[in-house]
């Protein structure tokens, strides 16, 4: 049996700057605020509690004055707006790659075009997409994305595209190309994330050559679930866990090629525990890059 970690395996950049973010706050002492989980990982989240990042759904559940974080997958205009008034310090970790979005339809929405999100509704990013767009239409996949265009009239108003950064390359593909078809006035901007795309085509790769696959991530994290979709795709013995005690109830291989993939939320301590839990015989490539990426984390 031979063990292949996937390289990208684990927190990209925009997680990594919200946890860093969080435990430098938690460095000068007294309480901070996360507004909505952080990141998408419970037990990442747990072990933030207990430095002092305490989690409020709700605008309400944080007090006024103290100093409150955004997460990576960032928040409506009117959620800063709220915070100000609250004279809460903001400290803001919204993801770059997120924030550009945020520019692309508050400018998009100036100009009187109707914002169209290929993304799932309610998701935290998209609901944050859409608190900077004048208005805007979340559609979830390519069968959407037809009703959509059948239902535009001729003489339409102009429609932007964006992305959600976690969308799966292959469906934002067939969107765009049943889009273009039917709107005249059409803008695309494709938002997806290079970290997104390049998790996504190594999962693809491993997942082709692996005689099971093994996901890990949290079930409320998109991008894992992406990951399981797409290792479903190509390989037929696919396990989905949260942590390495969910591996103890799964049924592993004993044989062949196992790949292991993680969400971008997943913490590089529960990737490792999740190995360790392999046989120490086993052979694990990418063993060496893996080890230096729990170092720097
Ligand atoms: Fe940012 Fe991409 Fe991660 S959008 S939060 S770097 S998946």
């Known amino acids: 049996m031979s063990v292949t970690v996937a390289k990208t395996a684990g927190f990209c950049f925009g997680v990594r700057r919200a946890v860093d ?57 009117s959620v800063y707006d709220a915070f100000r008034q609250k004279n809460c310090e903001i400290y803001d970790a919204t993801c770059p790659f997120v924030q550009k979005i945020h520019r692309i339809v508050d400018r998009e929405s100036r100009d009187g075009r109707l914002v169209l999100i290929l993304g799932k509704e309610g998701h935290p990013e998209v609901e944050g997409i859409r608190g900077w767009c004048s208005e805007s239409v979340v559609i979830d996949g390519e069968q959407a994305a037809q009703t959509f265009a059948d ?17 799966n390359r292959a469906i934002w593909n067939i969107s765009v190309s049943i889009l ?4 005249t006035n059409l803008k695309i901007f494709d938002t997806i994330c290079k970290a997104t795309d390049e998790r996504q085509s190594e999962a693809r790769l491993l997942a082709g050559a692996s005689d099971q696959m093994i996901v890990i991530g949290d079930r409320k994290s998109s991008n894992t679930k992406r990951l399981y979709e797409i290792s479903r795709s190509l390989c037929r013995n696919v396990l ?3 942590d390495a005690a969910e591996l103890t109830t799964q049924e592993l291989l004993r044989t062949g090629n196992i ?10 301590w529960i990737i490792k525990e999740v190995s360790n839990m392999m046989s120490d015989e086993i052979k694990i490539e990418n063993g060496e890059d893996f080890a230096a990426m729990l170092e720097e984390s």
């Not at 037990?43 to 605008?59: C, D, F, P, W």
């Not at 239902?151 to 969308?167: D, G, Y």
């Not at 273009?180 to 709107?183: D, I, L, M």
């Open 21 to 77: 973010l969080a435990e430098q706050q938690t460095r000068q002492g007294g309480e901070i605020y996360a507004y909505g989980e952080i990141i998408h990982n419970m037990h990442e989240i747990a072990r933030l509690e207990k430095m002092g990042v305490h989690t409020a759904q709700t605008l309400d559940g944080i007090p006024d004055g103290e100093r409150v974080l955004i997460r990576a997958h960032g928040v409506a205009r």
């Open 151 to 167: 239902a535009l009239e001729p003489a339409s108003r102009p429609v932007s595209l964006v992305a959600q950064t976690t969308v």
């Open 180 to 183: 273009k078809k039917r709107c």
């Open 240 to 242: 989905y866990i949260e």
């Open 259 to 268: 790949g292991i993939t993680a969400g971008a939320s997943t913490p590089a």
